[in-house]
């Protein structure tokens, strides 16, 4: 029997304020795809990532994450499916009153079930994961620099080990060493852990460097979906301007 599809959003649609956002829009990843999604500004993409995250509701349509409903009503179902995923904010949204250490360890402790010299283990391997010394742990978030920041939430998204990774922008306000370096890292996080992967990104260099497929919105739906190869053959208004003359980029 087939595995059910990563994420799949069917006739979703969404509005603030009587403002249409989605409609009728539908979405289908697989496991071990890494999608980047793109947009113009006020498309609604980051209301896709909240949306695939349970934090907003759709108005109308279905989200399911590993064939199961988002809106499942049994709690423990739901506990389990949110533990399969985890997320990258845009600013790293780490709590400023505590520790690096503590940070990360905030889902670990959420869980109720492990003591604290295993979340010491784990954090301690979470913080190797993305580069970073035991030492740093002890650090508050405005100690550190902005690679620093971004290093620090995805160990906090990989707490939990899940297999569904969001990233909303993940190298915004990083420079262009910075921005490549932690490109790579979570390239090979990836392939080392077979995670799947739903990024926004406005930035050409981490589209190329990351994504096996892109997901174009616009139009309030989803209008390709495809290949990073195949994406750039689209006769589209948005997909035209947004690549323009830098195609061979992502080829």
Same mark, same amino acid.
């Given at each position: 029997?087939?595995?059910?599809?990563?994420?799949?959003?069917?006739?979703?649609?969404?509005?603030?304020?009587?403002?249409? *956002?989605?409609?009728?829009?539908?979405?289908?990843?697989?496991?071990?795809?890494?999608?980047?999604?793109?947009?113009?500004?006020?498309?609604?993409?980051?209301?896709?990532?909240?949306?695939?995250?349970?934090?907003?509701?759709?108005?109308?349509?279905?989200?399911?994450?590993?064939?199961?409903?988002?809106?499942?009503?049994?709690?423990?179902?739901?506990?389990?499916?949110?533990?399969?995923?985890?997320?990258?904010?845009?600013?790293?949204?780490?709590?400023?009153?505590?520790? *690096?250490?503590?940070?990360?360890?905030?889902?670990?402790?959420?869980?109720?079930?492990?003591?604290?010299?295993?979340?010491?283990?784990? *954090?301690?391997?979470?913080?190797?994961? *993305?580069?970073?010394?035991?030492?740093?742990?002890?650090?508050?978030?405005?100690?550190?620099?902005?690679?620093?920041?971004?290093?620090?939430?995805?160990?906090?998204?990989?707490?939990?080990?899940?297999?569904?990774?969001?990233?909303?922008?993940?190298?915004?306000?990083?420079?262009?060493?910075?921005?490549?370096?932690?490109?790579?890292?979570?390239?090979?996080?990836?392939?080392?852990?077979?995670?799947?992967?739903?990024?926004?990104?406005?930035?050409?260099?981490?589209?190329?460097?990351?994504?096996?497929?892109?997901?174009?919105?616009?139009?309030?739906?989803?209008?390709?979906?495809?290949?990073?190869?195949?994406?750039?053959?689209?006769?589209?208004?948005?997909?035209?301007?947004?690549?323009?003359?830098?195609?061979?980029?992502?080829?």
């Amino acid at each position: 029997m087939s595995q059910p599809p990563v994420i799949e959003l069917q006739g979703v649609g969404t509005s603030f304020r009587g403002q249409v *956002v989605h409609r009728d829009l539908a979405l289908r990843v697989d496991e071990g795809q890494v999608v980047g999604l793109l947009g113009g500004s006020g498309s609604g993409k980051t209301t896709v990532l909240r949306e695939i995250l349970g934090l907003l509701r759709p108005d109308v349509g279905s989200i399911k994450l590993f064939g199961v409903r988002l809106d499942e009503p049994d709690p423990h179902v739901q506990r389990n499916l949110r533990r399969r995923l985890g997320m990258l904010f845009q600013h790293g949204a780490l709590f400023s009153a505590l520790s *690096v250490f503590d940070n990360i360890a905030f889902p670990l402790r959420e869980l109720r079930c492990l003591d604290e010299d295993w979340i010491r283990r784990l *954090v301690h391997l979470k913080l190797s994961m *993305v580069g970073l010394e035991p030492s740093h742990g002890q650090l508050k978030p405005a100690e550190l620099s902005g690679g620093m920041v971004k290093r620090v939430a995805l160990a906090r998204a990989l707490a939990l080990e899940p297999e569904l990774l969001l990233l909303d922008e993940p190298t915004a306000g990083l420079d262009p060493d910075r921005s490549q370096n932690f490109v790579e890292l979570v390239g090979s996080l990836q392939r080392e852990l077979g995670l799947t992967v739903v990024m926004v990104t406005h930035d050409l260099n981490t589209l190329a460097g990351l994504a096996t497929h892109v997901a174009v919105l616009a139009d309030q739906h989803i209008v390709a979906f495809g290949p990073r190869e195949e994406i750039m053959a689209v006769d589209h208004p948005f997909v035209n301007g947004f690549f323009g003359a830098d195609r061979q980029k992502l080829l």
